[in-house]
């Protein structure tokens, strides 16, 4: 990201590591969790402009598979 810039997915994604530690994955957090990180991915991907491509790019793939997994756990 340009500069020292944080987009509010960075903060939730160390608050998930601090939570879970080295059991943080997809498949072990909340639903709630997943949703709000698949928000916060979507928001950075897609709609903030102080991302750089190549961020959008690999966080692109990171939302594409919280994408499956919310889809998966959700029962669809």
């Known amino acids: 990201m340009q500069d020292d810039y944080r987009p509010p997915l960075a903060d939730y994604w160390d608050a998930l590591e601090a939570r879970y530690g080295s059991g943080f994955s997809f498949e072990g957090i909340t639903i709630d969790e997943l949703r709000q990180l698949q928000a916060h991915l979507r928001e950075a991907v897609e709609r903030d402009?102080?991302?750089t491509q190549v961020e959008k790019?690999?966080?692109g793939m990171?939302?594409?598979h919280a994408d499956s997994v919310l889809q998966r756990r959700s029962g669809g």
């Open 49 to 51: 402009p102080r991302v």
């Open 62 to 64: 990171v939302l594409k």
């Open 57 to 59: 790019a690999n966080l």
